[in-house]
């Protein structure tokens, strides 16, 4: 009897599923329509279609929009904010972008949460976590009051130097839970983000509380619906930083999923870089609705300590993933005379309107299939035959305004649409001081295969890799993660002051407790590998960089200080262009973070080819404005080291990938889709 993995990806049109028969060695991978407000009923359905029986499934994983979702689309549970008295008002004061100290014109973003849903609890700790002044439980208690007479969702607690001493916060959960009843969320800000600047933890907490009871209740459904047919085993979730929790640590800190759809297309990058011959990627996410953007920095995922979303900070591990509102299903449309792309999109339903669903407004999608980019015939596998007379009239609705021909609206949505994904990379790497030449562009996403090759031309990318199950990539990434958790400990102290005795005591202990966290997490003993980093930063400076540590044991070392001061100026003159050793550093942080290791999948080869030839056709396909004979080939029917030029359409159930004039397209031993420019390799 097979056994399997699978994983899911709910996106805003489809939910993309993968799954790894672990007694053949293969993948399947299918895309099943969202269902939006029954979420569930699209993954089920998907699942169902690759695995009869679901019983036979021993490991699965999801990455879950669910969280994001709902702040996104504003619609989380009521939160009431306690707050330390006499500072209640940090979190409304906020801080200010440094981007935008000289704009005039700026406006704080809107919080989550009004001024009035703030209460300010007499009780103070000092600085270094001693007490100043009791906690006053009466107060704590009348909170509880007005949080069930108002009808709040959810409390959250951000005391002042909780992350040193987190004893009032406990002590109110307690109390707040004797007035609400245990299973209502009370979210403290000192296990959201045990960390330094009030603000930041604050919003962290707050955003928890915002989400929390809807990832909370997704999570509960779910797994319900997968126990009632037949799945005995835990339900992983895709975190933020990359790794999985299992359904249950989730629920208890689901901050920590806020960004996990996106993120297992990062994960699929990293496992790349094993085959492939640069580790230095950049993946790129086109999906019926946003375009997100990761990078992979020698073999490794670029992974932050913070995120910001909408203008509200969180503290947490979580890889650097820049998104815009731009997918298949982006609606074209006219501003002051001008053509615009997105970020509005027409979604699953009704969808663009080839679809048929009724949507009536010109999309991407549409615009590709009027180009002749897009089977109509097979689209999504066959699930659906695409209307061209509907994209044409969609198109037309706004080209005849503009005073353009069909073909013209349509190259010109694309062009576009190229040029706001191109910036969203230049917007992740050039801004950084990172060169996209010097990485090998990686394109999955429903979308993405069909625009990646355009994106690398402007940016002067001369390699673009299309994976195999390109629009179910994120999926397969998240097969391939392992379980992760991380943890901190402020730990301030100028370079001359750091007693290093003491810091290795506290990575030991910060290294023990990591470890042992994994248990319940179902990991033996010998899976876990913890590692450890510091943050660093020049002194009194505001923000600072996280250098790796070989070991908790590293501060005994003879030289350890100069070893740590010269990583640290490395990075920075990386990051920053100069560096000033010699300087005095402050250590600010202590992080540890550890990882379970799960069974892996193979990176399965294919078949090699015995000739060159293979099944094809040719069809006119538009490019610069002009119907072009082009190569129309299954990718299915491709083997290892077939090639053919450009122009073609390389057709399969998850995606369409599209090569234009000028590029050739080789298959690698694992079946990518490895997409050169031969303008840029013939100049080099």
């Known amino acids: 009897m097979s056994s399997y993995r699978v994983s899911m990806d709910i996106g805003g049109t489809f939910t993309d599923i993968v799954t790894y028969d672990e007694e053949t060695a293969r993948y399947r991978a299918t895309k099943a329509s969202t ?76 919080p989550l949460i009004e001024r009035k849903d703030v209460i300010g609890i007499p009780g103070r700790l000092q600085y270094d976590g001693s007490e100043l002044t009791p906690l006053d439980e009466d107060a704590v ?23 040193k001493n987190p004893a009032h916060e406990l002590r109110a959960r307690e109390i707040l839970r004797e007035v609400l009843g245990e299973d209502f969320t009370v979210s403290l800000s000192h296990e959201s983000a045990k960390e330094w600047r009030e603000y930041e933890r604050t919003s962290s907490a707050v955003v928890e509380a915002y989400t929390g009871p809807v990832v909370r209740n997704y999570l509960v459904d779910l797994e319900e619906q997968l ?33 996990s759809g996106p993120v297992g297309g990062a994960i699929g990058c990293e496992k790349l ?102 089977d109509a015939d097979n689209f999504a596998g066959g699930q659906m035959v695409l209307d061209r007379a509907a994209a044409e009239a969609a198109l037309a609705s706004v080209g005849d305004r503009l005073g353009l021909g069909l073909i013209e609206i349509a190259e010109g949505i694309c062009a576009v649409a190229n040029s706001q994904m191109a910036q969203a990379i230049r917007t992740i790497t050039i801004s950084r001081g990172i060169e996209p030449r010097d990485f090998a562009l990686v394109a999955f996403g429903g979308a993405g295969a069909m625009h990646a090759v355009f994106l690398a031309k402007e940016l002067g990318i001369a390699e673009t890799v299309v994976p195999r199950f390109p629009g179910a990539f994120s999926a397969w ?135 060159s030839d293979f099944p094809s056709e040719i069809r006119p396909v538009v490019f610069d404005g002009v119907p072009q004979d082009a190569l129309i080939v299954e990718r299915e029917e491709l083997a290892a080291g077939h090639t053919f030029p450009g122009p073609a359409i390389v057709l399969e159930a998850t995606a369409t990938t599209v090569v234009p004039p000028g590029f050739t397209v080789t298959v690698d031993p694992h079946g990518a889709l490895i997409i050169r420019n031969l303008e840029i390799e013939g100049a080099a």
């Open 35 to 110: 269902t939006p407000g029954e979420l569930s009923r699209g993954v089920l359905a998907g699942m169902g279609s690759l695995v009869g029986d679901l019983s036979e499934i021993d490991f699965i994983v999801h990455g879950t929009t669910q969280g994001l979702n709902a702040f996104l689309e504003r619609r989380g549970v009521d939160v009431l904010l306690l707050a330390t008295d006499g500072v209640q008002d940090s979190y409304h004061i906020a801080r200010g972008p440094r981007y935008e100290l000289y704009n005039a014109q700026y406006r704080k973003p809107r």
């Open 141 to 163: 208690r009348a909170a509880g009051r007005r949080a069930r007479e108002g009808g709040y969702g959810a409390v959250a607690v951000a005391f002042l130097f909780s992350y």
């Open 227 to 259: 126990a009632g047919r037949g799945v005995d085993v835990p339900l992983h979730i895709m975190q933020s930083s990359g790794g999985v929790l299992t359904a249950r640590s989730a629920r208890e800190r689901p901050l920590q999923t806020l960004l």
């Open 273 to 374: 870089t094993e085959t492939l011959s640069t580790r230095n990627l950049i993946g790129v996410d086109m999906g019926g609705t946003s375009f997100d953007v990761s990078l992979i920095i020698d073999g490794v995922p670029d992974v932050s300590t913070e995120a910001t979303l909408e203008g509200q900070p969180m503290l947490m591990s979580v890889v650097n993933i820049h998104t815009i509102g731009a997918g298949g299903g982006s609606v074209a449309w006219i501003e002051a005379g001008g053509l615009r792309v997105g970020p509005r999109s027409a979604g699953a339903d009704p969808g663009p309107a080839c679809y048929g669903r009724g949507g009536v407004e010109p999309t991407v999608t549409d615009a590709n299939l009027v180009l002749g980019r897009v």
């Open 477 to 611: 990434g998240m097969l391939q993660s392992n379980v992760r958790k991380d943890f901190t400990e402020p730990y301030f102290f100028l370079d001359e002051d750091l007693d290093l005795a003491d810091m290795s005591r506290t990575l030991r202990e910060m290294e023990q407790g990591a470890v042992d966290s994994l248990e319940q997490e179902g990991i033996p003993a010998d899976r876990r590998v913890a590692e450890h980093s510091v943050d660093v930063r020049y002194q009194s400076q505001e923000f600072f960089l996280t250098v790796p540590l070989a070991s908790a044991a590293e501060p005994l070392e003879p030289g350890f200080l100069d070893a740590l001061a010269r990583r640290f100026a490395t990075q920075y003159e990386e990051r920053y262009g100069h560096a000033n050793y010699g300087a005095q550093i402050e250590v600010v942080t202590l992080r540890t973070r550890v990882t379970g290791e799960l069974d892996s999948t193979d990176a399965a080869r294919i078949a090699v080819a015995r000739s």
